[in-house]
C-alpha cells in the first residue's frame, strides 16, 4: 500500500484532490494543512507521493520543497 501526502491550507482543495484519486489505488491518504505539518508527517514516513500548493500560510509549498 502507498501512502499519499496531500497539502493544502484549503479543506475544499484536500478533500477535491483525493477524491480525484483512482479507484482502484490503495493508498493510505494523508492530510496537511501547511508545509510544516507536511514535512511532520514526511518524517513520520507519509507522502511517499506527495501534493502540495504552493500558496499556505505558515510555511508555503516553495519553502516545503
Same mark, same amino acid.
Request: hydrophobic share 45%; net charge negative.
Given at each position: 500500500?502507498?501512502? =499519499?501526502?496531500?497539502?493544502?491550507?484549503?479543506?475544499? $482543495?484536500?478533500?477535491?484532490?483525493?477524491?480525484?484519486?483512482? &479507484?482502484?489505488?490503495?493508498?493510505? =491518504?494523508?492530510?496537511?494543512?501547511?508545509?510544516?505539518? $507536511?514535512?511532520?508527517?514526511?518524517?513520520?514516513?507519509?507522502? &511517499?507521493?506527495?501534493?502540495?500548493?504552493?500558496?499556505?500560510?505558515?510555511?508555503?509549498?516553495?519553502?516545503?520543497?
Amino acid at each position: 500500500m502507498y501512502s =499519499v501526502l496531500i497539502c493544502d491550507d484549503s479543506m475544499v $482543495a484536500r478533500k477535491q484532490v483525493a477524491k480525484c484519486l483512482p &479507484q482502484d489505488w490503495e493508498v493510505a =491518504v494523508h492530510f496537511a494543512n501547511h508545509g510544516q505539518q $507536511a514535512i511532520t508527517a514526511l518524517e513520520e514516513g507519509k507522502g &511517499q507521493l506527495m501534493f502540495l500548493d504552493l500558496n499556505m500560510p505558515i510555511m508555503d509549498g516553495y519553502q516545503t520543497l
